[in-house]
């Protein structure tokens, strides 16, 4: 059974930084595009940020655009998001997942690996 886990989420002061880790089981990272995604409470889940199958694209929700940073190490079955200069816009629980090409659309993925439980973020003002 394929399933992830993502961590890292903690509350923290606005301005501050945390990574987010998004780790797979029992499934290679490689050959797909994974992307991150977040839900706050009473909220849709939207994007938030998408990284290409090589690792050499990238793409972000607006309003995270130069704050937050996707990475992939495939030989760590890993997918990091470097979030800098977080604001309470930004808390929800965040979720990652795959899709076999590039997409922002969250209706793309959760089709090859089920959702995990997503890691909480909670900034304070």
């Known amino acids: 059974q394929v399933h992830l886990v993502e961590d890292g989420g903690r509350l923290v002061q606005a301005g501050e930084s945390l990574r987010l880790s998004c780790a797979t089981s029992?499934?290679?990272?490689?050959?797909?595009?994974w992307a991150w995604f977040r839900q706050g409470l009473g909220k849709e889940r939207e994007f938030v940020a998408v990284?290409?199958?090589?690792?050499?694209?990238?793409r972000y929700e607006d309003s995270v655009e130069g704050r937050f940073t996707i990475s992939r190490v495939d030989a760590e079955n890993t997918i990091y998001l470097q979030m800098n200069s977080l604001n309470p816009e930004d808390t929800a629980v965040y979720y990652c997942?795959?899709?076999?090409?590039?997409?922002?659309?969250?209706?793309?993925?959760?089709?090859?690996?089920?959702w995990g439980q997503g890691t909480p973020v909670t900034v304070s003002s």
């Open positions: 997942n795959a899709a076999p090409f590039f997409s922002t659309y969250l209706s793309d993925y959760g089709k090859l690996i089920p």
């Open positions: 029992g499934r290679t990272n490689s050959g797909y595009g």
């Open positions: 990284i290409s199958r090589s690792g050499s694209v990238t």
